[in-house]
């Protein structure tokens, strides 16, 4: 049957710096006996940075022509239909004889009230002007930052380099909790 030898495992767990104060010792043991607190060297600190989008609203606006129209007529008036339909008719019975002289003064009679009633009623002030109105609309507007997400630590430990994540700057050293176990 084989024995099985003890493993060093290495946690990544940070300790308050407290709790290595009062020692003046780089390694102590806790009371359980299968965990060591040690200190090691940081040889490097980089700064890990994440890109974040950021939307800000922005207000837009515009001017935009706005026509407004009005038409004044003068009175509205029966007046020169009729006059300008007997006008009509006089004209139209000048023209031919018989049955075509009672035609002429019929389509005399209906073109000269037309024209009658377009001169009196026909004329209208057409007036127009533009205003312009401002017009706005609400948009986001998107923009991407850098955010400091945390550094990338790299230390040694006996003879060995490690890197982790850290989410602030370690300083000089970092404390390290060390469980020992067996592997089975």
Known sequence: ?????????????????????????DRYAND????VYASA????????????????????????PVIHAHGRSGHKSASGMAVGGILGGIVGHQIG???????ATAIGT??????GH??????????????????????DQ???????????VTYRYQGERYQIKMPYDPGKRINLRIRIEPVI
């Open 142 to 152: 998107v923009s991407y930052e850098e955010v400091l997400d945390g550094y990338r």
């Open 97 to 103: 004889k018989g049955n075509g002289n009672r035609l």
């Open 41 to 64: 060297k940081v040889v490097d600190v980089r700064p890990v940075y994440r890109e974040v989008e950021v939307s800000h609203p922005v207000k837009e606006c515009w001017e935009e």
């Open 1 to 25: 049957m084989k024995t099985s030898k003890p493993v060093i495992a290495i946690s990544f767990i940070l300790m308050s710096t407290t709790v290595m104060a009062g020692s003046s010792h």
């Open 110 to 115: 209906i073109i000269g009230a037309q024209i």
């Open 118 to 139: 377009n001169a009196v009623n026909g004329h209208t002030e057409q007036t127009s002007y533009t205003e312009y109105r401002q017009q706005c609309v609400m948009r």
């Open 32 to 35: 359980s006996g299968n965990v």
